[in-house]
């Protein structure tokens, strides 16, 4: 039996908490001129989207799916990604994960939340590149949507668990003087996971960037490192002002 969209609504409003609905618009930036801008939330925690999304993904179809990212309540988008990603992963067993992938790539603009991006982006994006052309995440890098500058950084960590750092160094070198907060977080978490498994190579790139690279990401870049080697890198940065 399908699982319609309005079951899944009605079953998130099952979850409403009255406190992280007061609690989410401002911890998400939705005020005028920040990155959240107009999103509005039901109230429901991830751990419940998240079940929620595994009890029903087998009997849920792409038409709903795309009801769930075309809706303005950010909890039914984060749904509806979980249970894409269930499909995608199920898929993976049959070989039919392409229409999974395509089905993300063709509403990528509904993946607008960096919790959206990070849920999502190396599970679908990142597994069906693996083996193939990449080319994709630079265009994405070169966008001027935020969020698509995002999922190419984030998809890199499937890559970064396969010991392929080819593409975060790439990509972090072209997004070094990204003017938003918000990616100098992400690329600094992805060269940190990238140095858990290979920090010759990404010593090497922050031996040539750290003095130019934005503090914060610098900052997450380093945080695992020594407390020595983590003031050496900051020292650079602090030179580079001088």
């Given amino acids: 039996m399908t699982v319609t969209y309005s079951t899944?609504?009605?079953?998130l409003k099952s979850l409403i908490n009255p406190d992280k609905a007061?609690?989410?618009p401002r911890f998400f930036k939705t005020g005028k001129g920040q990155y959240g801008e107009g999103d509005l939330f039901h109230g429901v925690v991830v751990p419940e989207q998240r079940g929620l999304a595994k009890r029903h993904?087998?009997?849920?179809n792409k038409e709903t799916i795309i009801q769930?990212?075309?809706s303005p309540y950010h909890e039914e988008r984060l749904t509806g990604l979980f249970i894409l990603c269930f499909h995608f992963n199920s898929a993976l067993r049959t070989g039919t994960e392409k229409e999974w992938f395509d089905l993300y790539i063709n509403k990528i603009d509904r993946v607008n939340n960096w919790?959206?991006?990070?849920s999502s982006a190396h599970i679908i994006i990142g597994h069906y590149l693996e083996k193939?052309?990449?080319?994709?995440?630079?265009?994405?890098?070169?966008s001027k949507s935020l969020w698509e500058n995002r999922i190419a950084v984030i998809t890199t960590?499937?890559?970064?668990?396969?010991?392929?750092l080819k593409d975060i160094l790439q990509l972090s070198e072209i997004l070094l003087n990204h003017p938003h907060d918000l990616m100098h977080k992400a690329i600094g978490w992805m060269l940190r996971e990238a140095w858990k498994r290979d920090p010759l190579a990404i010593e090497e790139f922050l031996d040539q960037h750290a003095a130019v690279m934005p503090r914060t990401m610098l900052s997450y870049a380093i945080e695992k490192m020594e407390v020595k080697k983590q003031k050496s890198y900051m020292d650079l940065k602090k030179m580079k002002k001088i």
């Fill in 132 to 142: 193939r052309d990449r080319s994709i995440l630079y265009q994405l890098a070169k």
């Fill in 68 to 70: 769930l990212l075309d």
């Fill in 115 to 118: 919790d959206l991006v990070d």
């Fill in 8 to 11: 899944i609504v009605k079953e």
């Fill in 57 to 60: 993904f087998a009997n849920t």
């Fill in 157 to 164: 960590l499937h890559f970064i668990r396969k010991n392929d």
């Fill in 22 to 24: 007061a609690f989410f």
